[in-house]
Nanobody
Framework: QVQLVESGGGLVQAGGSLRLSCAAS??????MGWFRQAPEKEREFVAA????????SYANSVKGRFTISRDNARNTVYLQMNSLRPEDTGVYYC????????????????WGQGTQVIVSS
């Protein structure tokens, strides 16, 4: 049974930092990543990484502020979020795919349960 378990969300002031973690179990993936969904908005891609080489991809809105990384030994993906802005507020979902990296909702096979991030101004 595949499980993606996120942690690390919370409330932070604008300009602050948070680190999200996603622990995967049940199988291996080609790529993992993060999406977010703000209230009344569609789920959007944030960042992704290939499991083997560690190649990364980012949404333009987070480039230079967020960093995705993985720890192969712990089957865990991280999202370091710096210089947070109120518009970064939302539920952050861990995503995984066995073919390609998860940069679209259609291309994502597995989802975590989500972790809330709130950035206050």
């Amino acid at each position: 049974q595949v499980q993606l378990v996120e942690s690390g969300g919370g409330l932070v002031q604008a300009g602050g930092s948070l680190r999200l973690s996603c622990a995967a179990s049940g199988r291996t993936f080609y790529g993992m990543g993060w999406f977010r969904q703000a209230p009344e908005k569609e789920r959007e891609f944030v960042a992704a990484v290939t499991w083997s080489l560690g190649s990364t991809s980012y949404a333009n809105s987070v480039k230079g502020r967020f960093t995705i990384s993985r720890d192969n030994a712990r089957n865990t993906v991280y999202l370091q979020m710096n210089s947070l802005r109120p518009e970064d507020t939302g539920v952050y979902y861990c995503a995984a795919a066995s073919i390609g990296i998860p940069t679209t909702t259609r291309g994502t096979e597995y989802w975590g349960q989500g972790t809330q991030v709130i950035v206050s101004s």
